[in-house]
T-cell receptor
């Protein structure tokens, strides 16, 4: 498809397990972003990729969270030893470039993560 | 201080009426961009409209227009002729220009709009 693709759309797992969330950005978009949205809240920035490098990881809430991007395309967000407070919708977005103020970010449908 | 403030947690409007969703922002950067996104109950974030800090005219996209008042640091979204399908959460967001050439979007907490028949 032409849009940002995220998988899985839903993930239910037990506390303490590791999870991997995947994002496939729009073809040709060099910038990729991960956000977290808790129930009824706005979006919380997690990490930004330009190409394969992550110049801004300031939003990652703890060292249990990590992300990588390979080939300038697909990105994986990994949460280790999940906790119940990690339950949220994880949204991925991409834009043509990261450095221009007028570039809109285009979002995927998100992964709804539920930690039991 | 919050960079993006949306003071209306919820708004109600009747179909075919116009509605204004408020957004104020805080930045000392002369170069910035303002965005509005719509998030229906299905969860996807849909880009609606963009306004640049140096744009001389208010942005318009179909039924959406942005009432940009730079001195007051406000960027209100106006939806004309509301439709039932406009019922959704609406987020205002800002990207600041930086010397590093990068900044991310900062989002407000959103306004829930409900359109009634």
């Amino acid at each position: 498809g032409a849009g940002v693709s995220q998988s899985p759309s839903n993930k239910v797992t037990e506390k303490g397990k590791d999870v991997e969330l995947r994002c496939d950005p729009i073809s040709g978009h060099t910038a990729l972003y991960w956000y977290r949205q808790s129930l009824g809240q706005g979006l919380e920035f997690l990490i930004y990729f330009q190409g394969n490098s992550a110049p801004d990881k300031s939003g990652l809430p703890s060292d249990r969270f990590s992300a990588e991007r390979t080939g300038g395309s697909v990105s994986t967000l990994t949460i280790q030893r999940t906790q119940q407070e990690d339950s949220a919708v994880y949204l991925c977005a991409s834009s043509l470039v990261g450095g221009l103020t007028n570039q809109p970010q285009h979002f995927g449908d998100g992964t709804r993560l539920s930690i039991l | 201080a919050q960079k993006i403030t949306q003071t209306q947690p919820g708004m109600f409007v009747q179909e075919k009426e116009a509605v204004t969703l408020d957004c104020t922002y805080d930045t000392s950067d002369p170069s910035y961009g303002l965005f509005w996104y719509k998030q229906p109950s299905s969860g996807e974030m849909i880009f609606l409209i963009y306004q640049g800090s140096y744009d001389q005219q208010n942005a318009t996209e179909g039924r959406y227009s942005l009432n940009f008042q730079k001195a007051r640091k406000s960027a209100n979204l106006v939806i004309s002729a509301s439709q039932l399908g406009d019922s959704a959460m609406y987020f205002c967001a800002m990207r600041e220009g930086t010397n590093s050439g990068y900044s991310t979007l900062t989002f407000g907490k959103g306004t829930m709009l409900l359109v009634s028949p």
